[in-house]
């Protein structure tokens, strides 16, 4: 096993977290025994050659299989289904009900595979009906990891994968590609626009958003920088508008900005 060095530890983890808002400085036995297999079958024999070969890879696609490495894209249909539940009984009726322009701007922003953003645009189909011809639903889901935003963006999955969506859903939205796969059908394909989005940048959107997914993502996150997203998560969202985080994250109730709602779920003060 390829072991770091104290300095080489110190500098990893800074730069993952200076750049991406990861908080591994606790992780120093997950990180040796992630990547050593991966240094020895590239041919280095320390860290430090790996450092300076990532700090050189101009492509970003280094990186990338680092973060893969040492973080978890795990993710699945309906996912958390009570958040589903909340979306179909009591946001878009809220906003079936206030929305004029029958607009709604919506960010999946931490999407991975893409099955969140997936089941968040079948969510809104399903409730609106008919009607959602007379609705301009976008959602722009992200992620940091190209691999995961190219997976995304196929929209095939294995039987195993969409075991959970209701059966309803399957046969209306699923395509069956007769290999023992499916792909998202293009109605609800079309409803979805993926970025690769750094949450630790700037946010630079068009429009504010009237729900903001977040979930899972945060636990990565040290509290410094987890108050700092929530904050830009705030300034973009609409008044009235809902985030919703993971089950085993929580908001800091007297420091935040949003209402608390319910577990995992916030409102923009103001909303009703």
Known sequence: MVKLTDQEFLELTGFVHKNYGIDLSKKRILIEGRMSNMLMANGFSSFRQYLDF????????????????????????????????????????????????????????????????????MAIDSYFGAKKKSWNTVILASDISMNVLEKAHKAVYTAEEIKDLPPQWKSKYMVDLKDGTFRVCDTIRKEVVFRRINLMDSFKF??????????????????????TLINKFYDWTADSGFLFIGHSESLNKEATRFSYLQ?????KRGGK
């Not at 009900?97 to 999946?108: E, Q």
């Open 54 to 121: 990532l700090y050189a890879d101009k492509t970003g696609n280094e990186i990338t299989l680092m973060l893969n490495k040492l973080t978890t894209n795990y993710t699945y249909f309906m996912r958390e289904n009570e958040h589903f539940d909340f979306l179909i009984e009591r946001v878009l009726p809220f906003f079936e009900r206030t929305r004029t322009n029958h607009t709604l701007y919506i960010w999946s922003a931490a999407c991975s595979s893409g099955q969140e953003p997936y089941t968040m645009a």
């Open 206 to 227: 068009k429009n504010k958003f009237d729900l903001i997914f977040c979930r899972n993502v945060m636990i990565y996150f040290d509290a410094p920088t987890k108050e």
């Open 263 to 267: 577990p995992a779920i916030y409102q």
